[in-house]
């Protein structure tokens, strides 16, 4: 994944672009929750991970959506900031793509894996299905 596609990656992760606010206090409130949106799909991809047979699909499905919570509580998160501080600046977005690019890319790389890996598993199509209507 290139410079360019990490970039992008960030602001969809972050779900955000453009300009405002103090930038410092962008930066920090967005840092922690970017690491904090890295962390949760992190554990997407660990529990996609676990699944070496289609016996495993339902544990791990019942787990995903035991973990649906906080990463529905991250998007809330993301909107209150960007109400509070505004969207970030271009300085706050390329400071967070230097600091925080290569762990965006590897967890993006991760969850690419595990779903192409679990989608070649019998029935593994169908639950990612389900495992994308997850709400």
Do not use: W
């Amino acid at each position: 994944m290139g410079r360019a596609r990490t970039g992008l990656s960030l602001i969809a992760l972050l779900g955000l672009a453009g300009c405002g606010g103090n930038d410092e206090a962008q930066y920090k409130a967005f840092e922690e929750l970017a690491r904090e949106q890295v962390a949760a799909q992190e554990q997407v991809a660990d529990i996609l991970a676990t699944v070496k047979t289609p016996a495993e699909m339902p544990a791990a499905l019942e787990m995903l959506k035991a973990s649906q919570p906080r990463r529905q509580q991250l998007v809330r998160k993301s909107q209150e900031l960007e109400l509070k501080l505004g969207k970030p600046s271009d300085a706050v977005q390329a400071r967070l793509k230097e600091s925080l690019g290569h762990s965006i890319e590897g967890m993006f790389n991760h969850l690419k894996i595990e779903s192409l890996r679990v989608r070649n598993l019998p029935g593994g199509e169908e639950f990612l299905n389900t495992v994308a209507q997850i709400k």
